[in-house]
C-alpha cells in the first residue's frame, strides 16, 4: 500500500477551494501526474459523479474510473479503481487564517503483482505530493495575487 499525506494552506475561501477541488475534472491543471481527467457522467458535482482518469506515474500511463463518494461541508472522498490498484483520496479543507487548510490524503492499494512495485511507488507519490501542494496553490490562487 502506498499512503501519502499533506496538510498546507491556501490564500482562498475554503468553500470555493473545495468546490474546484471536489470537480475532479481540474485534475489536469494541479495533479502532476494527471494528463486527462473527463467526466463520464452529467448532473452537479455531487455524490456519484464519475470521471475517467488517465495518468502517467514512473513513465508509464494508466486509466483509473475515479467515483466522487462523499462530499461534505468541508471534505470529500474521491475512489478510483482498475486491475492493479484502487486510489482513494481524502481531501479536507478548513477556513485558517491565511484563507484555508487543505489536508489532502492519497492511499493507493495495489492489486496482484503490482504489489511487488509498493517500495517505489511509495517513493514516487513522496514526489509527487510535493508537487501536488504546489500544484493546488497554483491552481486556486488567481495570477493577480
Not at 483509473?64 to 483520496?89: I, K, M
Amino acid at each position: 500500500m502506498v499512503h501519502v499525506i499533506r496538510t498546507f494552506t491556501v490564500a482562498r475561501p475554503a468553500a470555493e477551494v473545495l468546490a474546484y477541488l471536489a470537480d475532479f475534472g481540474h485534475a489536469p491543471k494541479w495533479d502532476p501526474g494527471t494528463e486527462t481527467c473527463t467526466r463520464i457522467d452529467d448532473g452537479p458535482v455531487a455524490a456519484g459523479a464519475r470521471w475517467q482518469n488517465v495518468s502517467k506515474v514512473l513513465g508509464m500511463s494508466t486509466e483509473l474510473e475515479y467515483r466522487l463518494e462523499r462530499l461534505g461541508d468541508d471534505h470529500f472522498t474521491l475512489v478510483g479503481r482498475n486491475d492493479t490498484a484502487t486510489a482513494t483520496d481524502h481531501v479536507t479543507v478548513r477556513p485558517h487564517e491565511l484563507g484555508c487548510e487543505v489536508t489532502y490524503d492519497a492511499t493507493v492499494e495495489l492489486h496482484g503483482v503490482a504489489k511487488l512495485g509498493s517500495p517505489l511507488m511509495q517513493m514516487e507519490f513522496e514526489r509527487l505530493g510535493d508537487e501536488t501542494v504546489e500544484g493546488i496553490r497554483r491552481a486556486v490562487t488567481p495570477a493577480s495575487a
